[in-house]
T-cell receptor, first 112, second 117 residues
Framework: KQEVTQIPAALSVPEGENLVLNCSFT??????LQWFRQDPGKGLTSLLL?????REQTSGRLNASLDKSSGRSTLYIAASQPGDSATYLC???????????FGKGTRLSVIA | DAGVIQSPRHEVTEMGQEVTLRCKPI?????LFWYRQTMMRGLELLIY????????DSGMPEDRFSAKMPNASFSTLKIQPSEPRDSAVYFC???????????????FGPGTRLTVL
């Protein structure tokens, strides 16, 4: 059974700092991996999707990497801003159109 | 498209009452997922449908929970009778088979925050 773990559970950083969020998964036979953002009381917004054949994806100040063999992914946020404060969720898809398996998230606070 | 629509956004009810949560997936999507989010357990799948047919309901906690998808544009999740431990945020998501291989993603609704007193 696929399990997804995110470390740390919470993180507080000063504005402008670069930071890394970590995600690990137990079954490396994944289809793709996604990073989502969730603001308090809101739904989930997809940030980046990495296909199993890819090593990384970038969008603006965000860069996500994937190392399937070691069962790890990282989300790098450059030059953090207070608006980046949210919970970041990592989710794995084991095969097409099957349920996502989520980590419990990292709650990020960026202090101005 | 308006995205995935869920109603109500908030529901407060008393223990023992019946609760019905509603979801309208994105038009043209053929998969629909119901997830539940709690502080303790995070986001967990309850049930999902393909072309209105339930595929996997192993995540449904117990017989008090039931879900239906009478047509491609509507699904309900019903809890009867409700209990305080059912308090959570319930998300509906939809996806489409025809996406380019490897790029499958799910689009989430805003969720229904359920509080059972």
């Amino acid at each position: 059974k696929q399990e997804v773990t995110q470390i740390p559970a919470a993180l507080s950083v000063p504005e402008g700092e670069n930071l890394v969020l970590n995600c690990s998964f137990t079954d490396s036979a994944i289809y793709n991996l996604q990073w989502f953002r969730q603001d308090p009381g809101k739904g989930l917004t997809s940030l980046l999707l990495i296909q199993s054949s890819q090593r990384e994806q970038t969008s603006g100040r965000l860069n996500a990497s994937l190392d399937k063999s070691s069962g790890r992914s990282t989300l790098y946020i450059a030059a953090s801003q207070p608006g980046d404060s949210a919970t970041y969720l990592c989710a794995v898809l084991n095969s097409g159109n099957t349920p996502l398996v989520f980590g419990k998230g990292t709650r990020l606070s960026v202090i101005a | 498209d308006a995205g995935v629509i869920q109603s109500p956004r908030h529901e407060v009810t008393e223990m023992g009452q019946e609760v019905t949560l509603r979801c309208k997936p994105i038009s043209g999507h053929d998969y629909l997922f119901w997830y539940r989010q709690t502080m303790m357990r995070g986001l967990e799948l309850l049930i999902y449908f393909n072309n209105n047919v339930p595929i996997d309901d192993s995540g449904m906690p117990e017989d008090r929970f039931s879900a239906k998808m009478p047509n491609a544009s509507f699904s309900t999740l019903k809890i009867q009778p409700s209990e305080p431990r059912d308090s959570a945020v319930y998300f509906c998501a939809s996806s489409f088979t025809g996406t380019r291989f490897g790029t499958d993603t799910q689009y989430f609704g805003p969720g229904t925050r359920l509080t059972v007193l």
